[in-house]
C-alpha cells in the first residue's frame, strides 16, 4: 500500500466506532503487548517453580533444578541472533504474537508430559527459552513503526513492565503447586487467556499505522509523518556499522555492569513479593518520567539517557562502598537496597530504550546482542559470587563493581547518546 494513501476509506467508513475508543492504537498495541508478557512470564514462572515441578515429574530424586533452569537460560542466549535475523525479514508484531502463543501451547505439553522423564522436561524447556528469546527480542523489534522518539519511553517500558506483572501473578499463585491436579488446571487457565489473548491480538494488531483499517486520521497524521522521517536516515544502516559504532559498544559496557548490579541486592526472600510490585511500579513510571522531562524541561533525550545510567552508576558506587565498609542493621540495609532497586530500574528502563534509540529500525540486533551480553554477565557474576565467598574474598567483588561502575558511567557520560546511528556517521 502506497504510504501517502492511508485508510482514509476505512476510517470514514469506521470514525463513529473510532471516535467512541477512549485510547488511542499505539496505546492499546502496548497495552496488548503488557499482557501477552504477562502471560508468557507467568508460565514462565510457573514451570520453574520448584513446587510445581516436583508435582509434574514421577521420579522427584532424578531432578536437578540447575540443569532445569540452565538448560532455558543457554536456549534464550543461542536464540538471540536468529531472532534478530527473523526481524529483519519478516513481520516482527506478527511473529510476536505467534510466539506468545506457541508458549502457551508449549506449557500445556510441560503439564501434560513432562512427567514422562525428566530429561524430556529440560529439552521442553530449551525450547521454552527459545520461545520466550524470540519473542523477547521481536517485541523490541516490533515498534519501530508505531512509536516517535518523544513517547517511546513511555509506551516501551510500559509494554515491558507485563514480564514483572507475570511474575507477581506467578508468586501469589505457584505456592499452592502442591497437588499435580492444580498444576494442570493453572496450564490449563493460562492457554486459554492466551489463546484468547492471540485471537485479539490478531483482530486489533496491524504492522504499521497506514495498514490499519479503524485508525483515526487524527492519530495517524499525529505518529506516521514524524515516524517515517525519523526511520529514513536509519533504514540503510549495516548491522556492522551499528556494532561497531561507539555508541552501541559504550551501551554494551552499560548493560555489562547493568546485569553485574542484579545479584547483589539485599533482600529477605519474604519480601520478594513485594519487590515485583514495586519493580512492576517503578518500571513504567521511570519510562513516562523520560518522556516528560524531555517534553517539560530543556534536556534533550541524550541528556536523560546520561541522567538515568550515568547517574544512577554514581550512586551505586556509593552503595558498593558502603556494603564493603559500613555495618549497619538490616532494616536500614532493606531500606537501602529498596531505594537502590528503583534507580536500578530507572537505570535500566533507560538502557533498554537506548537500544532502539541508536537503531530504531535494527533494533532486534542491538537488543540481541545486548540481551547476550548481559544474560552472560549475569551468569559469570553468579558463579564468581559463589566461589569468592568460599574463599572470603567477597570483598573484591565489590571493589570490581565500583571501579567499573565508575569507569562504565563516565564512558556512557561521554559517549552514549539517544539520536540514531545513519549512514553518513
Given at each position: ?353 537506548n537500544a532502539i534509540d541508536i537503531a530504531p529500525s535494527h533494533a532486534g540486533v542491538t537488543v540481541a546482542i545486548t540481551s547476550i551480553v548481559s544474560h552472560g554477565t549475569f ?47
Amino acid at each position: 500500500m502506497d504510504l501517502e494513501k492511508s485508510p482514509k476509506d476505512g476510517n470514514r467508513r469506521l470514525s463513529k466506532l473510532d471516535k467512541l475508543t477512549i485510547v488511542n492504537k499505539r496505546f492499546t498495541l502496548s497495552f496488548l503487548m503488557n499482557i501477552g508478557l504477562a502471560l508468557m512470564f507467568f508460565g514462565i514462572k510457573l514451570s520453574l517453580a520448584y513446587k510445581c515441578l516436583m508435582t509434574s515429574v514421577d521420579n522427584p530424586k532424578e531432578v536437578n533444578p540447575s540443569l532445569y533452569e540452565s538448560s532455558f537460560r543457554l536456549s534464550f542466549i543461542l536464540i538471540a541472533i536468529p531472532a534478530a535475523w527473523l526481524s529483519l525479514k519478516f513481520s516482527p508484531l506478527t511473529w510476536f504474537g505467534r510466539s506468545i502463543l506457541a508458549h502457551s501451547i508449549l506449557l500445556f505439553i510441560i503439564a501434560l508430559f513432562g512427567h514422562v522423564h525428566f530429561g524430556f522436561l529440560v529439552v521442553l524447556k530449551f525450547l521454552e527459552g527459545v520461545i520466550a528469546g524470540t519473542a523477547f527480542i521481536l517485541f523490541h523489534a516490533s515498534w519501530k513503526n508505531w512509536t516517535t522518539a518523544a513517547e517511546r519511553s513511555t509506551l516501551i517500558t510500559f509494554a515491558l513492565a507485563g514480564q514483572y506483572l507475570g511474575e507477581i501473578i506467578a508468586d501469589l499463585t505457584t505456592k499452592f503447586c502442591s497437588e499435580f491436579l492444580f498444576w494442570i488446571l493453572l496450564s490449563g487457565i493460562l492457554g486459554i487467556f492466551t489463546i484468547i489473548w492471540w485471537i485479539l491480538w490478531e483482530s486489533v494488531v496491524y504492522e504499521t499505522p497506514n495498514t490499519h483499517r479503524s485508525i483515526s486520521e487524527e492519530e495517524y497524521n499525529q505518529i506516521h509523518p514524524i515516524i517515517q522521517e525519523e526511520l529514513r536516515p536509519t533504514e540503510n544502516v549495516s548491522c556492522k556499522q551499528i556494532i561497531f559504532s561507539a555508541p552501541f559498544l559504550v551501551l554494551v559496557i552499560v548493560h555489562v555492569f547493568r546485569s553485574w548490579s542484579v545479584r547483589f541486592y539485599l533482600y529477605e526472600i519474604n519480601s520478594l513479593i513485594l519487590i515485583h510490585i514495586m519493580k512492576f511500579i517503578s518500571f513504567p513510571l521511570s519510562g513516562y518520567l523520560a518522556d516528560v522531562l524531555v517534553r517539560k524541561t530543556s534536556l534533550t533525550r541524550t541528556h536523560v539517557r546520561k541522567l538515568f545510567i550515568t547517574g544512577v552508576y554514581s550512586m551505586e558506587c556509593i552503595y558498593y562502598l558502603m556494603l564493603t565498609n559500613l555495618h549497619m542493621d538490616n532494616w536500614v540495609w532493606f531500606l537501602i537496597s529498596f531505594i537502590m532497586e528503583i534507580l536500578f530500574n530507572t537505570s535500566y528502563s533507560a538502557a533498554c530504550i537506548n537500544a532502539i534509540d541508536i537503531a530504531p529500525s535494527h533494533a532486534g540486533v542491538t537488543v540481541a546482542i545486548t540481551s547476550i551480553v548481559s544474560h552472560g554477565t549475569f551468569l559469570l557474576v553468579f558463579s564468581m559470587d559463589r566461589y569468592l565467598h568460599e574463599i572470603d574474598w567477597y570483598d573484591m567483588v565489590n571493589f570490581i563493581a565500583i571501579i567499573g561502575h565508575l569507569l562504565a558511567g563516565i564512558v556512557y557520560g561521554i559517549y552514549g547518546t539517544a539520536n540514531p546511528i545513519t549512514v553518513k556517521e
